[in-house]
């Protein structure tokens, strides 16, 4: 079966400073990848995916995320954050061509001023 | 592009009770998906349509949740009776085709408390 992990509730980090927020995966085949942000009483927005090719991945709002197979990981990264950024990120994976979307448990990121 | 379109957006009801929500999904979105989504928590699938025809329902409690999207556009999803742990966000998304590597385009949900 497939699983995701977010290992931090919550990530905190000023403004300007470099951003990380953690995903590990567990699939049994190909996985295909996703991250989205979730603002306040408001639906997951797409930021980007992992399929296939180049293992750096570049999203919206300036969002980049690394797959890692050997370490099973897809971790988002950020290279300057903003105040705006804050908000709730999920990690999602689908295995192989499966209809499935399987969702990580959320990592909420504050930035401060 | 118009987005995924859901009603209402908050609800509260008592437990035993019925409810139903509404989704209308982007334009020529064959694929339709229903999450919930409990306080904390990522959202988990509950059906997935192509076209007005099931995919998968295996998460679904089919003795008190019901879904249908007759003529492959706009969903409901019933809840008949109630239970407190269904106090949720219920979000609906979309996406062109059921394809692997399709974003998947989300409404912004209706909140049900249950008292």
């Known amino acids: 079966a497939q699983s995701v992990a977010q290992p931090e509730d919550q990530v905190n980090v000023a403004e300007g400073n470099p951003l990380t927020v953690k995903c590990t995966y567990s699939?049994?085949?190909?996985?295909?990848l996703f991250w989205y942000v979730q603002y306040p009483n408001r639906g997951l927005q797409f930021l980007l995916k992992?399929?296939?090719?180049?293992?750096l991945v570049k999203g919206s709002y300036g969002f980049e995320a690394e797959f890692n197979k050997s370490q099973t990981s897809f971790h988002l990264k950020k290279p300057s954050a903003l105040v705006s950024d804050s908000a709730l990120y999920f990690c999602?994976?689908?295995?192989?061509?499966?209809?499935?979307?399987?969702f990580g448990g959320g990592t909420r990121l504050m930035v401060k001023p | 592009e118009a987005g995924v379109a859901q009603s209402p957006r908050y609800k509260i009801i008592e437990k035993r009770q019925s409810v139903a929500f509404w989704c209308n999904p982007i334009?020529?979105?064959?694929?339709l998906y229903w999450y919930q989504q409990i306080l904390g928590q990522g959202p988990k699938l509950l059906i997935q349509?192509?076209?007005?025809?099931?995919?998968?329902d295996s998460q679904l409690p089919k003795d008190r949740f019901s879904a249908e999207r007759l003529k492959g556009v706009d969903s409901t999803l019933k809840i008949q009776p109630a239970k407190l742990e269904d106090s949720a966000v219920y979000l609906c998304?979309?996406?062109?085709?059921?394809?692997?590597?399709?974003?998947?385009?989300f409404g912004d949900g209706t909140r049900l408390s249950i008292l």
């Open positions: 998304a979309s996406s062109l085709d059921p394809g692997f590597n399709q974003p998947q385009h």
């Open positions: 699939v049994s085949g190909n996985p295909y």
């Open positions: 992992y399929i296939t090719g180049d293992n």
């Open positions: 999602a994976v689908r295995e192989n061509a499966g209809n499935m979307l399987t």
């Open positions: 334009s020529g979105h064959a694929t």
């Open positions: 349509f192509q076209n007005n025809g099931v995919v998968d």
